[in-house]
């Protein structure tokens, strides 16, 4: 395996562990927060970064010619993911579901870098074409989460959430 197949897969590895914390991280989310509107939002993010996982994994199989282990995720990275849950899991308040906004606009800042930069670091072109619409996906979800975070502080209410559909 030369520099450039192994950068690939590390790559592909990073990026399916952050889909699989995004996905985890809405999911838990839309189980503990109140408002009706609020668990629409996460639970609709929640199925967008599983559907990206799974395009992940398609393109890690056209790229390798074998499946993604999902046993080869870092499992320190895993349990970091893991810590910022809280505990013991109860109902959020509006000050707690601010900081879940804030912190998801962080995650999907780093998910926007690194298919940005995972555009320039491959060669193939359907993995920069995946890349580059994850890039897309990505700036939609923290432009939902900014929204979501403006009326929530503008007037303590969220508004209706429609989930991009991904075609792979």
């Known amino acids: ?34 408002d009706e509107n609020a668990k629409l939002l996460f639970r609709g993010l929640s199925r967008d970064e599983e559907e990206h996982r799974q395009l992940l994994e398609k393109q890690f199989l056209k790229v390798t010619g074998k499946s993604f282990e999902i046993s080869t995720v870092d499992e320190v990275n ?56 994850l890039v897309l996906f990505e700036t939609g979800h923290k432009k939902t989460l900014e929204d979501a975070l403006y009326y929530l502080d503008q007037e303590g209410s969220w508004y209706g959430y429609s989930p991009p559909t991904i075609e792979g």
């Open 1 to 34: 395996m030369n520099e450039q197949d192994r950068e690939i897969l590390n790559i592909f590895k990073e990026a399916i562990s952050i889909e699989i914390y995004g996905k985890e991280y809405y999911s838990i989310f839309s189980d503990l927060v109140e």
């Open 78 to 133: 895993r349990e970091k993911a893991r810590r910022i849950f809280p505990e013991p899991l109860k109902s959020l308040d509006i000050q707690e579901t601010r900081d879940i906004l804030k912190l998801g606009i962080r995650t999907e800042d780093r998910s926007i870098e690194l298919y940005s930069e995972s555009v320039s670091r491959t060669d193939n072109k359907s993995s920069k074409d995946l890349f580059s619409r």
